[in-house]
């Protein structure tokens, strides 16, 4: 019987109320700082503004590298127009151990543990478990 009304059960999701993005003038964007493009967190790598044409504003000539897979992306947009850019939080972790394919890290200003990540493949993953085993100090993550 209870199953009957399974279907009927509606849950309502909450945010955080905070924006992952803001917007911010093309022209105003510089070399190091973050930016989405094709909808990824990127880093910009290069830039260059073309001229004022006749047909409209000056060009802004974007190549970025995305933050998680460091695929290099490109973009172009008038210099006028807005572009979103990432909230994007940089901290460092010291890593405690590795178990079962998860990281078993500290944060080293509250001293909480965080075991939810997945340890990462290929060569990153190699070079984290080996410095891990030479166990020469902290190894920090970020």
Known sequence: ?????????????AE???AA????QCSALRKNEHVMIKGR???????????T???GHAKVHLVA?????????????PSTHNMDVPVVKRREFILMSIEDGFCSLMDPETCDLKDDLKMP???????????????????LVS
């Open 53 to 55: 044409g006749k047909h």
């Open 16 to 18: 955080s109320g905070a």
């Open 65 to 77: 590298l995305d933050i998680f897979t460091n695929k290099k992306l490109e973009d172009i947009c």
């Open 21 to 24: 993005t803001f917007p911010k």
């Open 1 to 13: 019987m209870a199953d009957e009304h399974h279907d009927d059960e509606h849950f309502a999701s």
């Open 41 to 51: 967190p990127c880093k910009i790598v290069e830039m260059s503004t073309s001229k």
């Open 121 to 139: 493949e290929g060569e990153l993953g190699t070079q984290i478990k080996e410095a891990l085993d030479k166990d020469e100090g902290s190894v």
